[in-house]
């Protein structure tokens, strides 16, 4: 498990981040119905879009090192440790999409980072 939380890390940060890449995008280009009009019509920008293709680096990449992660630790342990991403995607907002973050959504998100650690320490 020690070596596997070295994997952990960027896993979650490439995966965090290629989320936060996907919302700037999209804020760029702004919402769409999903209908066939819409879609032909935002379906090219986004494909053209640099933050979405580099929110696709970052999730792929993200992907190769959750994989490693898979290959050496059981998923039952492994899957609940990267409710992590919830903690580093709620500040990653906060600091780059100067989201507002409630008291309230940091209870939850304090919560879940509670579970992580007992799944953690149970991994013994």
Known sequence: MDNAI???IPAILFSTTGELLFKIGMNRIGGF???ADALKTVLPRVI???YIISGFVGFGLGAVFWLAVLSRVPLSIAYPILALSYFVVVIEAWLLLRERVTWKRMLGVTIIVGGVIVVGLSAG
């Open 6 to 8: 070295w994997l952990l």
């Open 48 to 50: 053209r879009n640099p």
């Open 33 to 35: 119905e999903f209908s």
